[in-house]
């Protein structure tokens, strides 16, 4: 017998609160520190997207779902020192590959996720090889790559087109580096990483 209707919605939402807490705690683990912010993205069976992001800077981050034409579906600020966690219904998405990404000052990172036939499924990480970037509090710039085809990376950092560091002939798997930038001075910077012909690039500000 089935308990009762009321009874059934407070079990289903223990249990989302339950999925959204344990994210947030592998999300912590993952990263190793709490002291950096976060996307959350995972998809339940009935094509409803949790998302989540956590802000532990000072600045507003803005989080959007897009297709590959870079139509936008979702959008939302987040102020600084803030959390957000919001459940997505994914069933009026047409069929196509999509992309959730939050962005900011001195932080990026994003998911990608599928919609065949109806059925919307993330696409691993490990076939995606997207950097993640963040620059922290105290002047470190954190660069994690999935080397999924283990190229030669170069990472490189530069200002006004000069480059101020580099490391070449980077060949780990699971790349995760933290550079100091306390001795540069202020300015307008660009991080990139070449990776098997592809460039990727993220600016960031130091103050």
């Known amino acids: 017998m089935l308990p009762p209707k009321a009874d059934r919605i407070k079990l289903m939402i223990k249990k989302i609160l339950f999925t959204l807490y344990t994210t947030l705690l592998l999300c912590r683990i993952a990263f190793a520190s709490p002291t950096e912010s ?59 590959e999509y992309k959730v990404m939050v962005s900011g000052i001195n932080f990026s990172s994003e998911r990608k996720f599928i919609i065949e036939n109806r059925a919307a499924k993330l696409i691993p990480k490990e076939t995606e090889s997207i950097p993640v970037f963040n620059f922290l509090e105290n002047k470190t710039l954190l660069v994690r790559y999935y080397n999924v085809k283990q190229n030669s990376v170069n990472i490189f950092i530069e200002n006004d087109s000069d480059v101020v560091f580099e490391e070449r002939n ?36 130091i103050n």
């Open 38 to 96: 976060c996307l959350l993205f995972s998809i339940s069976s009935k094509n409803v997207g949790r998302l989540g992001v956590i802000n532990v800077t000072n600045h507003t981050l803005t989080v959007e779902i897009k297709n590959k034409n870079a139509e936008v579906f979702f959008t939302k600020n987040i102020a600084g020192n803030k959390n957000f966690f919001q459940m997505i219904d994914l069933n009026a998405l047409p069929d196509g």
């Open 170 to 205: 980077i060949t780990d798997l699971n790349i995760v580096k933290k550079y100091s930038l306390t001795k540069l001075p202020k300015g307008r910077y660009v991080v990139k990483i070449y990776s098997g012909g592809i460039i990727y690039d993220y600016q960031f500000v």
